[in-house]
């Protein structure tokens, strides 16, 4: 490509024109979350109470171009320049961002957590003494890096995003500057965090040294002669362990539960949502779109992984008695049935990926769902410990139906979403008749089973036990706070009662590459 | 050209990095071992892409550079928070969540 690069430099560059509507949410995003930045620089105090509604508004408003880029359909997938057939295209970056409706889809489901999530965050953070408008400014840089994250077909774009994913959630995660808690939630999160970026880069290092691009496409097509050298062997299981410690897998899971309790509890929501689905998109490029050829590589190590994953993410979640914690094993239980699919993936590889999305559609509806009743009961109770939830009933009725739908929806009941999800994995598992497939069918089978005992546990706490301090005043929900879960117990109900709707979004053709 | 020879000293760095990681209890000397580990990446990429006749990895490794000191410059607050908060850099004392 350097001689590429010598005609570019000789000859008059001809520079296509951007097609400023295919990366219009990116440059949304960031001309907002630089706008909320200025304002807040400017008038300080006098705006602070406002910044939660403008950051939310800017979400919002980046919708709208994903919106009517999937309304109008054609011309995708598009990339960063419009190609025109005259002008030959001779960029070096050349599809490396593509927008496809893969893409779409996790912008979309993207923008419409972070929203949540500011929504969750905006009581939380205004009542203790933090630093308000910064977060939110953090907030929308790793949501910036999350939309990139989705178009990039490229290890360059692809280690960007997750580092602006990264590292302004290390920052968050160590918000409450003098607790104890919350700082060693950061230090644990960024020194595993960065260690995980160090092992991804290596595994990229060697991939991009066997195919001479760093494009996912270009890589697809260097080791496309099916062949295993011990290099790109290497590579793939760096690059898949850098990828394991985002997604929290087993044994890379072990910042997650600490980090969780640790952190501010809406952070913990969008490292558990967001952060996590961030990390399995960058899973679901690399693997679909430059490992196509590679499964008898990849597919047994993401076995391995996704089996230990569920397994050990269940039975340490069976013992916890904090709520939060519970939650954060459950994460990484439910990370296990979303790798699942990409453990079958050779030959159905446009299946795997849209059951991985429809997991992490649904899996954001209900999880978000939780945090927000165990935000709100922590209102109350001041505590997440299991027991503080006795007689919930009692004093929030409605406020424990939400959650109980939830806690269905993790555990896969029907007919609230989380079935739905379970029910893709598994059709995907088992088709195919593959003994590999199948075999992880039945540890998946076995492990919901194991963890709907948890989850009904919490829900018997709510509906069935005394509170423990006899305490039944009413819980004051502000605005906000109910907003979120009444969005959050909508979309779980819609997603098991109509699954229509969100397999239609996440039926893709396949995950375009790029030029 | 000699790949190999820039490839063993890759690996030999990436090693030592990862060994510092694994081992060290201080904040600080944990960070410089993920430097070890950058840095080798960095030789990786430069020999890759002049062995390839190719541009981009040099790009990556400025890349990699640049982000390389974000994410320093966030762990280096971080460790000086907890410094602040504890009055010591030994990360195996930050033992208060367990389980």
């Known amino acids: 490509m350097s001689g590429t690069f010598v005609t570019l430099v000789a000859a008059e560059i001809e520079r296509p024109s951007i097609d400023w509507h295919a990366i219009a949410p990116e440059l949304i995003l960031l001309g907002g979350g630089a706008l909320v930045t200025v304002i807040d620089l400017i008038w300080l105090e006098r705006v602070r109470k406002l910044i939660p509604t403008l950051t939310s508004l800017v979400f919002l408003v980046a919708l709208i171009p994903v919106i009517t880029l999937w309304a109008d359909g054609s011309g995708l997938p598009r990339g960063l320049w419009i190609i025109d057939e005259n002008v030959p295209a001779t960029g070096v970056w050349e599809g490396a961002f593509v927008v496809d409706n893969y893409s779409l889809v996790l912008k979309g489901l993207f923008l419409l957590s972070a929203y949540v999530i500011v929504l969750l965050s905006t009581n939380y953070m205004s009542e203790g003494d933090y630093y308000d408008s910064e977060y939110y400014q953090l907030i929308a840089a790793s949501v910036l890096g999350m939309l990139v994250m989705s178009s990039s077909r490229d290890l360059i774009s ?358 | 050209m000699f790949l190999n020879q820039f490839l063993f000293l890759s690996a030999v760095l990436f090693c030592i990095g990862v060994y510092g990681v694994l081992t060290r209890k201080n904040g600080v000397l944990v960070l410089m071992s993920i430097e070890l580990i950058l840095n080798a990446v960095n030789i990786n990429m430069v020999a890759f892409g002049a062995f390839n006749a190719d541009l981009g990895g040099q790009v990556f490794a400025l890349f990699i550079i640049a982000v390389a000191a974000a994410e320093v410059g966030v762990g280096l607050a971080i460790v000086l928070l907890i410094y602040r908060n504890r009055r010591s850099i030994d990360i195996t004392e930050a033992d208060l969540m367990k389980g």
Not at chain 1, 160 to 169: F, G, K, Y
Not at chain 1, 192 to 202: E, K, N, P, R, W
Not at chain 1, 391 to 404: H, S, V
Request: glycine share 8%; no cysteine; charged share 10%.
């Open chain 1, 158 to 515: 692809i280690f960007v995003a997750l580092e602006l994913v990264s590292i302004p959630a290390y920052l968050m995660a160590a918000w409450r500057k003098r607790d104890l808690k919350s700082n060693e939630a950061g230090l644990k999160y960024m020194l595993m965090g960065v260690f995980a970026s160090a092992i991804l880069l290596y595994g990229m290092s060697l991939l991009y040294g066997i195919a001479g691009s760093t494009l996912l496409s270009d890589i697809a097509a260097a080791i496309d002669i099916g062949e295993s050298r011990p290099v790109i062997t290497l590579g793939i299981v760096f690059t898949i362990i850098g990828f394991g410690f985002k997604v929290s897998a087993v044994p890379f899971h072990t910042w997650a539960p600490d980090t969780y309790e640790g952190a501010p509890t809406p952070l913990t929501a969008f490292l558990a949502v967001a952060s996590k689905a961030a990390g399995f998109v960058a899973l679901i490029n690399v693997v679909i779109v430059a490992l196509p050829t590679q499964a008898n590589v990849v597919e047994p190590f993401i076995w391995v992984l996704a089996a230990i994953t569920m397994t050990v993410g269940n039975l340490i979640a069976l013992r916890q008695t904090n709520l939060v914690r519970m939650l954060a094993y459950s994460g990484v239980a439910q990370a296990g049935y979303m790798l699942a699919p990409l453990a079958v993936y050779d030959g159905i590889s446009d299946r795997a990926t849209s059951a991985v999305v429809t997991y992490l559609v649904i899996y954001a509806a209900m999880n978000l769902g939780a945090f927000a009743v165990v935000i709100i009961a922590a209102r109350k109770t001041r505590s997440a410990e299991l027991s503080s939830y006795g007689g919930m009933f009692n004093y929030a009725p409605g406020l424990t139906l939400a959650m109980t739908i939830f806690l269905f929806s993790l555990a896969g009941i029907p007919p609230v979403g989380g079935w739905w999800a379970k029910f893709e994995v598994f059709r995907v598992l088992t088709e195919g008749n593959r003994t590999s497939g199948i075999a992880l069918a039945v540890i998946a089978a076995v492990n919901s089973v194991i963890a709907a005992f948890y989850y009904l546990n919490i829900a018997k706490q709510m509906w069935f036990l005394p509170s423990p301090d006899g305490d039944n005043s009413r819980i004051a929900i502000p605005p906000a706070l109910l907003a979120a879960v009444g969005l959050t117990v909508a979309a779980t109900i819609v997603s098991g009662v109509l699954p229509g709707v969100v397999s239609d979004m996440t039926d893709f053709v396949n995950v375009a590459a790029g030029q």
